[in-house]
C-alpha cells in the first residue's frame, strides 16, 4: 500500500482539506476533539500544540492508499483500522488528537490522516527522525499481519508484468514507434525521455488503470526502466530495435523493376547512385555484335543495287 507521513505546522485549510475532497470525505474516525468544525477543531489542536513550545512541527498528515484491487474489496472499516495499527507504531496513543477521513473522488480509495503529535499532556509521542520511513515500515507489518500485500509486493509484481511485456515487444518492434504502440495493446503506456547527446535516453512504464489523472502532478504513476531491471539498458533496446529493422528490411521482397532498383539503392549516396546507373546503361547495351562475314553480306548488297 502506497502510504507517505510528514511533520509540518498545519492550519485550519490542511483539516478542511482532510475533511472535504470535494464533498465526498468521510469522516471515519476522530479523537480527542470536541467540535466537527474544520476552525474550531483547528483550534483546539493548536491550543494543545502549544503545551509543548519545542515542538514546532507538531501535526503529522499523511495517507494510506491501497492498490486498486485491494482497496476495492476493503471495507471503509478495515482500511480504518489499517491506518489506527500503523500509527499506533510510530507513537500515536490514546491520548493524542487525530481526524481520519476516507477520500472516494479519485478511482483509488484512500485514507488522510491529521495527528496532533502532542498529546493532551503537552507530551510529544511521535519523532520526526524518519518519520515517513518509520510509518511506511509500519504499514507493511500491518499488511502483513492482516494476510494484505505490502507496496513492496505489489510493486514487484507490476515490475515483472512490465518486464515481460517490454521483452515480448521488442521481439517485434522494429522502431520505437512500433513498441510504444505494442505495449499500449498490451495496457501499458510507456512515456520516453530524451536529451540532446542520446536521443532517447530512458523511458517510465505504467499500467494504464493505475493511471490517476487528479494526482498525477504531485505524483508521477510507474516505474522508469532503471527501476524496472538493471539487466535492460536504453542502448540495448536500441541495438534490438536496430536488428530487427535490419531482419525486416533483409527479408522483405525486392523489385525487378529498373525505377525501383533506383529509387531505394539512390538514397545511399551520389557515388552509389552514379554506378547503378552505369550499371544499367551497361545492360541496357544490345548484346549482338556483328561479325566479319555479315560486313561483307552487307558490302555485297550494296554493289547490287
Given amino acids: 500500500m502506497n502510504n507517505s507521513a510528514t511533520t509540518r505546522r498545519i492550519t485550519k485549510i490542511a483539516i478542511e482539506y482532510n475533511g472535504n475532497d470535494k464533498g ?47 482497496g476495492d474489496k476493503l471495507t471503509n472499516e478495515q482500511l480504518t483500522e489499517i491506518a489506527l495499527k500503523a500509527l499506533k507504531k510510530i507513537g500515536v496513543t490514546n491520548d493524542n488528537q487525530m481526524v481520519l477521513d476516507i477520500h472516494s473522488s479519485t478511482k483509488q480509495k484512500h485514507i488522510h490522516f491529521i495527528v496532533n503529535r502532542v498529546n493532551t499532556e503537552g507530551i510529544n509521542t511521535i519523532k520526526a527522525h524518519k518519520v515517513g520511513e518509520n510509518f511506511g515500515k ?10 494484505l500485500k505490502t507496496d513492496i509486493e505489489v510493486g514487484i509484481e507490476k515490475k515483472q508484468q512490465m518486464l515481460n511485456a517490454l521483452n515480448s515487444c521488442l521481439k517485434i518492434s522494429k522502431n520505437f514507434e512500433e513498441l510504444l504502440e505494442y505495449m499500449r495493446k498490451l495496457g501499458f503506456r510507456v512515456t520516453l525521455s530524451n536529451n540532446v547527446k542520446d536521443g532517447i535516453s530512458g523511458m517510465r512504464i505504467v499500467r494504464f488503470e493505475d493511471i490517476n489523472h487528479q494526482t498525477e502532478r504531485q505524483y508521477k504513476p510507474g516505474y522508469t526502466l532503471s527501476e524496472i531491471t538493471n539487466k535492460l539498458k536504453i542502448k540495448d533496446i536500441k541495438l534490438k530495435l536496430a536488428e530487427n529493422f535490419e531482419k525486416a528490411r533483409s527479408f522483405s521482397p525486392t523489385s525487378t523493376s529498373t525505377s525501383q532498383f533506383q529509387n531505394v539503392e539512390s538514397k545511399k549516396s551520389p557515388s552509389a547512385l552514379k554506378q547503378i546507373e ?23 548488297k550494296r554493289k547490287f543495287r
Avoid at 550499371?279 to 555485297?300: G, H, N, R, S
Fill in 24 to 70: 465526498t470525505a468521510e469522516r471515519v474516525y476522530q479523537n480527542n476533539l470536541m467540535s466537527r468544525d474544520p476552525a474550531l477543531q483547528f483550534k483546539e489542536m493548536k491550543s494543545v500544540a502549544d503545551r509543548n513550545k519545542n515542538v514546532k512541527n507538531w501535526a503529522l498528515t499523511g495517507y494510506i492508499s491501497p492498490e486498486k484491487s485491494i
Fill in 138 to 147: 509500519a504499514v507493511r507489518e500491518v499488511c502483513k499481519e492482516l494476510n
Fill in 278 to 300: 552505369n550499371t544499367i546503361e551497361e545492360f541496357m547495351k544490345p548484346t549482338y555484335t556483328a561479325a566479319p562475314d555479315d560486313e561483307l553480306l552487307k558490302k555485297k
